[in-house]
């Protein structure tokens, strides 16, 4: 069940390294701190492979990446894989720049990427599909997103994270569909990279990697829910969130999970 994998995050307390991007860095420390794990962030490549060998996820963000940044990346993404640790890749802004197009795949065909996580344009440019990301933000995509996802992790052997107004994810065997969350998660910068957080956090105590991560949405989009119905704007929300996460609870689970499981 949702509420005992977030009960068990909760006792685990899970060590998750990020190489995370600059602009949410903090945030990103702060939901993994409240939704029960614990945080840490070593991007440079002297030790980013040692911090990794010691978490129990490692989350990989290029929202601000650099050559030199995605270095760090592989080395820590290769420890990671000695060990058996989850290792998640958030794959933001591909399809903006060949950049990020570039290194979003050397990630994904480099080192073993358990759980690769980005909005609907995002994840079609992973798997080959001629769109364009307006910077970091998802633009339309006209092809089936339950193919793209199930096709890309099918040939990655990864699961596959696609967030939006219904997140859907996919191992290539069985898709979740979560219908948790609300309109005002996408009014802050942060939250997508955030969502990447927890669903590090709770994978890292469920190898059931498609269940964690739609577990994990769950959970997270009961906050926002929640958060939203004492907010007057962006600036309370964000507030309202992290106290609502903090404070969630399994009844509270319980009540509001909305998901869907099907066969992929």
Not at 222 to 247: C, M, V
Request: include cysteine; charged fraction near 25%; charge should be negative.
């Amino acid at each position: 069940m949702i509420s005992e994998l977030f009960e068990r995050v909760h006792k685990e307390k899970p060590l998750v390294h990020h190489i995370t991007n600059w602009v949410t860095i903090y945030d990103c420390a702060n939901i993994t701190r409240a939704c029960g794990a614990l945080p840490v962030m070593a991007h440079a490549r002297e030790e980013s492979g040692q911090m990794a060998a010691i978490a129990s996820a490692v989350v990989l963000n290029i929202g601000t990446l650099t050559p030199s940044l995605i270095e760090s990346m592989i080395i820590a993404g290769k420890s990671a894989h000695e060990k058996n640790i989850p290792v998640v890749l958030d794959a933001v802004g591909v399809g903006a720049t060949t950049l990020r197009n570039e290194k979003a795949l050397e990630l994904l065909e480099t080192i073993n990427v358990d759980i690769v996580k980005g909005n609907a344009s995002e994840i079609a440019k992973l798997a080959g599909r001629d769109v364009v990301t307006k910077g970091v933000e998802s633009t339309k995509v006209e092809d089936d997103l339950f193919e793209i996802s199930k096709n890309l992790a099918k040939a990655h052997k990864t699961t596959v994270v696609i967030t939006g107004e219904e997140d859907i994810v996919t191992d290539g065997k069985k898709r979740y569909i979560v219908r948790n969350g609300h309109r005002m998660m996408s009014c802050i910068v942060g939250t997508g990279c955030m969502a990447a957080s927890v669903i590090g956090a709770f994978a890292a105590v469920e190898k059931d990697y498609a269940f964690a991560s739609a577990s994990a949405l769950v959970c997270y989009g009961i906050a926002g829910e929640l958060a939203a119905d004492q907010s007057r704007g962006p600036g309370t929300f964000k507030q309202n969130f992290f106290d609502e996460f903090y404070n969630l609870d399994n009844e509270k689970i319980r009540r509001l999970t909305n998901i869907e499981e099907r066969h992929a």
